[in-house]
T-cell receptor, first 111, second 114 residues
Framework: NAGVTQTPKFQVLKTGQSMTLQCAQD?????MYWYRQDPGMGLRLIYY???????DKGEVPNGYNVSRLNKREFSLRLESAAPSQTSVYFC??????????FGDGTRLSIL | SQQGEEDPQALSIQEGENATMNCSYK?????LQWYRQNSGRGLVHLIL?????REKHSGRLRVTLDTSKKSSSLLITASRAADTASYFC??????????????FGTGTKLQVIP
C-alpha cells in the first residue's frame, strides 16, 4: 500500500545547482499537488495538476517548474536552487472533490 | 486567498485529558477539513465537515463548524501519547469553492504527556 511516494527523502544542494523532485501515486488519482512547508508558515501550494496534461500555478510558483509525466507521476524541478528554497517539499494527490493523500516529504537544504 | 488560522499554536496536555484546537477562516466555504501531521511525516486526512453540518464525530474526534463566526474546532477526547502531532485545518480555495485546491493553516502543535 504505497500511496504517494516521494524521492529523494533528503537532499543537499549548492546554490545554483538544479534538481528534480519525483512523486508517484498508485491510487489512480486525477489531481496532484506540490507544497512546501516552512516553520510557522504552514503548507503553501507551489503547483498543482488537476488532471493529466494540465498544470497550474499555486501560491508560490517562482523558481519552480513542474511536469505531469503521466497520471501517476508529477515532478518538481528547481532550475537554479537558492537558499530561500530550503524547505520540506510535499507531494499530494486526490480524486476530484476528495481529501488529499500526502507523501512523507523531501527535506531539501540549499547551501 | 482563504486561510485557516489555528489557535493555539501549541498545546501541551496530560494523557487522558481532552484537547481542543480552533480554526478561523476568512471567507465563505462549502467544507472544512482537518489533517494531522506526525513528526517527519506527511499530512493525514482526519475529517471533513460540510458547510451545512454543525458537528461531526469520528471515533475520539469531534469537529464543529460555525459558519456565522467562520470558525471550526477540533476536539480530541481522552488523549493518548500517540495523538502527539501537529493539526491543520484546510479550507477550499478558488472562486468556485472547489475541492481541488485547499489552503492550509499554520497548525496547532499538540503534545500529549504520558
Amino acid at each position: 500500500n504505497a500511496g504517494v511516494t516521494q524521492t529523494p527523502k533528503f537532499q543537499v544542494l549548492k546554490t545554483g545547482q538544479s534538481m528534480t523532485l519525483q512523486c508517484a501515486q498508485d491510487m489512480n488519482h486525477n489531481s496532484m499537488y506540490w507544497y512546501r512547508q516552512d516553520p510557522g508558515m504552514g503548507l503553501r501550494l507551489i503547483y498543482y495538476s488537476a488532471s493529466e496534461g494540465t498544470t497550474d500555478k499555486g501560491e508560490v510558483p517562482n523558481g519552480y517548474n513542474v511536469s505531469r509525466l503521466n497520471k501517476r507521476e508529477f515532478s518538481l524541478r528547481l532550475e537554479s536552487a537558492a537558499p530561500s528554497q530550503t524547505s520540506v517539499y510535499f507531494c499530494a494527490s486526490s480524486e476530484h472533490n476528495q481529501p488529499q493523500h500526502f507523501g512523507d516529504g523531501t527535506r531539501l537544504s540549499i547551501l | 486567498s482563504q486561510q485557516g488560522e489555528e489557535d493555539p499554536q501549541a498545546l501541551s496536555i496530560q494523557e487522558g485529558e481532552n484537547a481542543t484546537m480552533n480554526c478561523s477562516y476568512k471567507t465563505s466555504i462549502n467544507n472544512l477539513q482537518w489533517y494531522r501531521q506526525n513528526s517527519g511525516r506527511g499530512l493525514v486526512h482526519l475529517i471533513l465537515i460540510r458547510s451545512n453540518e454543525r458537528e461531526k464525530h469520528s471515533g475520539r474526534l469531534r469537529v464543529t463548524l460555525d459558519t456565522s463566526k467562520k470558525s471550526s474546532s477540533l476536539l480530541i477526547t481522552a488523549s493518548r501519547a500517540a495523538d502527539t502531532a501537529s493539526y491543520f485545518c484546510a479550507t477550499p480555495g478558488g472562486d468556485s469553492g472547489g475541492y481541488q485546491k485547499v489552503t492550509f493553516g499554520t497548525g496547532t502543535k499538540l503534545q500529549v504527556i504520558p
